[in-house]
């Protein structure tokens, strides 16, 4: 079974650059047809989709967010990243990774909470 978790600073300064690690156990992230996905979920809002990395390590990212958003891999650990630049307070979130098949997210990590704030 696939698991993942996500690893990272819990506060960032606004204008900063938050980095978040998903590392993946249980699964290859070059596996082919899979993809792997960051989702963010401010307080009191619903889910937010940001960008995701397949198995061939092409990208695709939330038009919203693009021109912020960098998603990359380290596929000797099994792991994959979120860089997400110039943030400001509206980028506190508790953010997930999670694998995709058929554009359907089937396993999730258990989130990890991100502040931004001085």
């Known amino acids: 079974q696939v698991q993942l978790q996500e690893s990272g600073p819990g506060l960032v300064k606004p204008s900063q650059t938050l980095s978040l690690t998903c590392t993946v156990s249980g699964g290859s992230i070059t596996t082919n047809y899979y993809a792997w996905s960051w989702i963010r979920q401010p307080p009191g809002k619903g889910l937010e989709w940001i960008g995701y990395i397949d198995y061939s390590g092409s990208t695709y990212y939330s038009p919203t967010l693009k021109s912020r958003t960098s998603i990359s891999r380290d596929t000797s650990k099994n792991q994959f990243t979120l860089q997400l630049s110039s943030v400001t307070p509206e980028d506190t979130a508790v953010y997930y990774c999670?694998?995709?098949?058929?554009?359907?997210?089937?396993?999730w990590g258990k989130g990890t909470l991100v502040t931004v704030s001085s």
């Open positions: 999670a694998k995709m098949e058929n554009w359907r997210m089937d396993y």
